[in-house]
């Protein structure tokens, strides 16, 4: 007698087949640093809506492909080393998809490539600089018998990191759109000084995760003030941002300082999920929601300029 079908096994079916897929998807998503390079070119978007400028879309789809070309190098540099993360699902999955990230990397490039020429030249000044830190920050130069990058500089990671993306979020569309002299613009300096602290306080998180895995002499902030120490670093980092962004908003956006709540909102939710933020902690809240807290921000300053 053949097996009677119930009516729950083909919808049992199709709810496995779509958890399958997703979770095919997921690791192309995120481990390919899709996910990232999204959000830091969302940050690109949030500089336009936030100095009045047009939308620079030549500079958000750069950043987006440098972005991608930038993390995916670093985390192919580092898969070769014995003592780098034994146990991280992300270098596990690069490791069996090396094929993958290679041709990732090459499409990434050539796509960049092909932005820039659409770029004011003018940027130059600080994609080379920009370019020269990501580099070393991965490979470093040889001291000896040891090969040492920026990253290897106790304390340094983290602000090095910070410096590029406001580089890339800030500096480059405000320079591609109004030229290198508006560097020296007290509201240019400002949000410069703003989205540096920002930046800082989202990435911290990272090292908190980072710590089984960091080797003692890297001497991360973390592990030098401890979890608890970093959390409190990167929320009096984010406090800073805020006071900031609201100064800023006083100064040169006086109607929109009748939104601040929707500032003080995402202050708030970014600041709980620091709070929150564990090394034990699933690597989805950190690779996909800690690098969202990106794309909150973006979505607050559209709310904060189109309500104002």
Not at 7 to 28: D, E, G, R, V, Y
Not at 96 to 109: D, G, I
Not at 192 to 207: C, G, K, N, Q, S
């Amino acid at each position: 007698m053949e097996p009677v079908l119930s009516w729950q096994q083909p919808a049992a079916f199709c709810q496995s087949h779509k958890k399958n897929k997703l979770k095919t998807l997921k690791p192309i998503f995120i481990y390919s640093n899709v996910w990232v390079s999204f959000c830091a070119a969302s940050l690109v978007l949030s500089t336009s809506l936030l100095t009045g400028n047009p939308p620079s879309f030549q500079a958000i789809f750069l950043v987006f492909f440098s972005t991608v070309f930038a993390y995916n190098f670093q985390r192919f540099g580092k898969i070769g080393k014995k003592n780098e993360k034994p146990d991280s699902p992300i270098h596990r999955w690069i490791r069996a998809n090396r094929q993958h990230v290679v041709a990732t990397m090459v499409v990434s490039a050539l796509c960049a490539g092909i932005c820039l020429w659409f770029l004011n030249p003018e940027i130059l000044w600080l994609l080379v600089p920009a370019g020269l830190l990501s580099v070393n920050y991965t490979i470093g130069w040889m001291f000896g018998k040891k090969q040492v990058g920026l990253r290897d500089i106790p304390a340094l990671k983290i602000f090095l990191i910070a410096l590029v993306w406001t580089i890339a979020t800030v500096a480059l569309p405000l320079v591609h759109e109004e030229g290198i002299l508006t560097l020296s613009e007290n509201e240019t300096l400002l949000l410069i000084a703003e989205r540096f602290m920002f930046v800082v306080a989202i990435t911290l998180p990272f090292d908190i995760r980072d710590l089984p895995y960091d080797e003692p002499e890297k001497k991360t902030l973390p592990q030098m003030l401890s979890d608890t120490g970093g959390k409190m670093l990167a929320l009096l980092f984010l406090a800073g941002s805020a006071v900031l962004r609201f100064f800023h908003a006083g100064l040169y956006g006086c109607d929109m300082c009748n939104n601040h709540w929707i500032y003080g909102l995402l202050y708030l939710l970014i600041g709980s999920m620091i709070a929150l933020a564990r090394k034990n902690r699933k690597e989805t809240y950190f690779s996909f929601w800690m690098e969202a807290t990106s794309l909150f921000y973006t979505l607050a300053a559209g709310a904060w300029v189109f309500t104002s």
